[in-house]
């Protein structure tokens, strides 16, 4: 193991010793390769460049107490690049080249894991790019598919700590019939103008309402809305909304706690009634919503007075990690245990 200051090394890219590779070419997938080298070599003319062609996944690998190490809900990320391949006319990466190359690469770093209860992971990046030379709208007929891994930590300084969002009206993340269900770049790209607006306000993120009409709740910046009040678990339902595989696994476990689960449009007003309210992502598992401030209407909806999580995101925070590092048992099959 690499000897690092686990407990403060941040979010962000640090080398490792390798990444995976797989190329598409002649209507079919080779063969898999390793590589130490950080940089790609592709075409001006690349699609991936020019039209978008691109698409990445994010998935996170943990070290128990038992030593083992556990890649986290591996064939849901899979599953979701698939679907974002057929949004977007790129050949389908199978859920068994997924799981190799995912293993191999978390195998081949697994110096870069960080240690149990270090508060840190191994963060997974997939990555799908359309690589032929073209010029004219129309997909590619090559393609490269690269996983690489760097050890992060918590996504927001504080880690499990409630924070201050803004609605911003100005900007749409994506629309309601365009690619905002799909993990592809241009998503994220749209979202840095309107992130940092909410920061030079003083904000931790932004906060996206429906880009139609702008009454319904949409994204939490790059993550996934949740409220909670009278023991119900309520998400918006939106087609410009990421389907996100954290949100997935909190909806399962609210149902198992005996809460009732509601996927829904959530109307802006509705966020006075709420008790608890969280942004949830592979990257924070949950971040508690200290408020939300609409600075256009005046109106602030406060879920945390005292400024520390609710009960609810805690315990269901609390409950994920568990199955994540081994602590609880996994009950759903969501984990990938590695012996290395």
């Known amino acids: 193991m690499k000897a690092l200051d686990w407990s403060n090394i941040g979010f962000g890219y640090r080398k490792t010793d390798y990444n995976v590779r797989c190329r598409y070419s002649n209507g079919k997938w080779g063969e898999i390769e390793v590589s130490s080298e950080e940089t790609l070599n592709i075409h001006m003319a690349a699609t991936c460049l020019h039209y978008g062609q691109e698409a990445f996944e994010g998935l996170k690998a943990f070290r128990g107490k038992d030593g083992k190490v556990r890649i986290f809900r591996l064939e849901a990320n899979a599953e979701r690049l698939q679907s974002t391949c057929d949004g977007i006319l790129m050949p389908q990466v199978s859920t068994e080249l997924f799981r190799e190359m995912v293993a191999k690469v978390v195998t081949l770093n697994k110096d870069y894991i960080p240690p149990y209860e ?200 609390n409950k994920l990690r568990a199955i994540q590092y081994g602590d609880e048992p996994d009950t759903y099959g969501w984990v990938t245990v590695l012996d290395i």
């Not at 770049?185 to 906060?207: D, I, P, T, V």
């Not at 945390?304 to 925070?317: I, R, S």
């Open 118 to 317: 270090s508060g840190a992971s191994l963060y997974i990046r997939p990555l799908l790019i359309g690589t032929s030379a073209q010029v004219g709208v129309h997909p590619a007929e090559e393609y490269l598919f690269i996983i690489f891994v760097t050890s992060v930590g918590p996504y927001f300084k504080g880690g499990f700590s409630t924070n201050p969002y803004v609605i911003i009206r100005e900007y749409d993340r994506s629309a309601p019939l365009g690619t905002g269900r799909y993990k592809v770049g241009g998503n994220y790209a749209a979202s840095l103008r309107a992130n940092q607006l909410a920061h030079e306000k003083g904000y931790s993120c932004e906060f996206y309402l429906d880009a139609k009409e702008k009454k319904y709740i949409d994204e939490c910046g790059a993550a996934n809305f949740i409220g909670i009040k009278d023991n119900t678990y309520v998400t918006p339902l939106s087609t410009s909304i990421l389907p996100s595989i954290t949100n997935r696994s909190l909806q399962q476990l609210a149902k198992d706690m005996g809460m009732k689960v509601e996927q829904r449009p959530i109307l802006e007003e509705e966020l006075s009634t709420f008790e608890e309210a969280g942004a949830c992502g592979t990257a924070a598992v949950i971040s508690p919503i200290e408020r939300i401030d609409d600075l256009e209407r005046g109106t602030s909806y406060v879920f945390a007075k005292d400024g520390k999580p609710g009960p609810v995101c805690t315990k269901l925070y």
